[in-house]
T-cell receptor, first 114, second 118 residues
Framework: DTGVSQNPRHKITKRGQNVTFRCDPI?????LYWYRQTLGQGPEFLTY????????KSRLLSDRFSAERPKGSFSTLEIQRTEQGDSAMYLC????????????FGQGTRLTVV | AQTVTQSQPEMSVQEAETVTLSCTYD???????LFWYKQPPSRQMILVIR??????QNATENRFSVNFQKAAKSFSLKISDSQLGDAAMYFC???????????????FGKGTKLSVKP
């Protein structure tokens, strides 16, 4: 499968624990995006990378959230000291650079904080 | 800031019939992209159709077409000959056309859940 891959698909964690999600983009794509989707809402932008550089972060991304993309390949999104409000679907998307490029989405990681 | 509004939380259509999903947006930019994405249950979001704001002609992809009204900031999706596989959440999305810039993130509406009745 050459699409965007996200792991794990589901994660249940206790409040206060740290969690980390992984995204493997389409191999030639140099842009990678993270979105958060809560129930009944559309995806909301969190952050994006161009190669290994994190170029933009939304104000939704509190200091408990951190994202990395070492060597411009896969990316990880870590949430520290999880809260119940962090329960959501976390979506990853990738694309080529360019105004006409299409973003391809992964299936997402569903996080439940209990 | 740009916003996208989908005023129909749910819609229903009979198989083989036509349905139109509504979307309005707000922006001060003159050049941008608009998209419709489909998100089936437990599956990834896929692009259905897109429209460049500088193009007057409405985009069409097989059974899917849009009605783009730039002055009214309206971007509706028409699905013709609806099929059971069209049942999904549909999201309208906006993206700046930032020449040479670094942005590329999408701004989504809240979505419309489409049911298709056999």
């Amino acid at each position: 499968d050459t699409g965007v891959s996200q792991n794990p698909r589901h994660k249940i964690t206790k409040r206060g624990q740290n969690v980390t999600f992984r995204c493997d983009p389409i191999s030639e794509h140099n842009r990678l995006y993270w979105y958060r989707q809560t129930l009944g809402q559309g995806p909301e932008f969190l952050t994006y990378f161009q190669n290994e550089a994190q170029l933009e972060k939304s104000r939704l991304l509190s200091d408990r959230f951190s994202a990395e993309r070492p060597k411009g390949s896969f990316s990880t999104l870590e949430i520290q000291r999880t809260e119940q409000g962090d329960s959501a679907m976390y979506l990853c998307a990738s694309s080529l650079v360019g105004t006409h490029s299409e973003a391809f989405f992964g299936q997402g990681t569903r996080l439940t904080v209990v | 800031a740009q916003t996208v509004t989908q005023s129909q939380p749910e819609m229903s259509v009979q198989e083989a019939e036509t349905v139109t999903l509504s979307c309005t947006y707000d922006t001060s930019e003159s050049d941008y992209y608009l998209f419709w994405y489909k998100q089936p249950p437990s599956r990834q979001m896929i692009l259905v159709i897109r429209q460049e704001a500088y193009k007057q002609q409405n985009a069409t992809e097989n059974r899917f077409s849009v009605n783009f009204q730039k002055a009214a900031k309206s971007f509706s999706l028409k699905i013709s000959d609806s099929q059971l596989g069209d049942a999904a959440m549909y999201f309208c999305a906006y993206r700046d056309m930032n020449y040479g810039g670094s942005q590329g993130n999408l701004i989504f509406g809240k979505g419309t859940k489409l049911s298709v009745k056999p």
